[in-house]
């Protein structure tokens, strides 16, 4: 039997913050992974996002991927995140060569504050996931 393993693509990337008021927002310590939309996510691709707004996610397999986005400040969000033509926060990403994926923060962000229950008590440590309708 003979296996064949697929090389894996790089994936570069820019980070762009719009502002208000010309607030200056910085985009290191920011961080972009990728989750497997199936399986297990053993070694998920990530990358630190630097202070010129570009990152570079190397050795990414072909599959089909969510964008997760770490270090957002306070207020804002991933207004839109563009990967080639597809919307990365409506259909995900599908990999299957290298490519370039554009992602937006936008200031007004929302805050959500609730408390999740199961048979009428408080449940702690549950994941809760908002998505539109």
């Known amino acids: 039997m003979l296996l064949q393993v697929q090389a894996g693509v790089d994936i570069s990337g820019s980070v762009r913050v719009e502002a208000k008021d010309n607030e200056k927002v910085s985009t290191a310590g920011m961080r972009v992974a990728l989750t497997p939309a199936e399986g297990i996510p053993l070694n998920t691709p990530n990358a630190a996002v630097g202070a010129d707004g570009t990152f570079q996610l190397a050795g990414v397999m072909p599959d089909r991927y969510y964008l997760a986005f770490y270090g957002t400040p306070e207020n804002y969000y991933v207004r839109s995140a563009q990967f ?3 919307d990365a926060l409506r259909s995900g990403l ?17 805050t959500v504050h609730g408390v999740v229950q199961h048979e009428e008590k408080p449940y702690g440590g549950a994941f809760v996931l908002l998505a539109p309708e």
Do not use: N, P, R, T
């Open 94 to 110: 599908q990999v299957g060569g290298g490519g370039k994926l554009d992602i937006v923060l936008a200031q007004g962000g929302a």
């Open 84 to 86: 080639g033509s597809e």
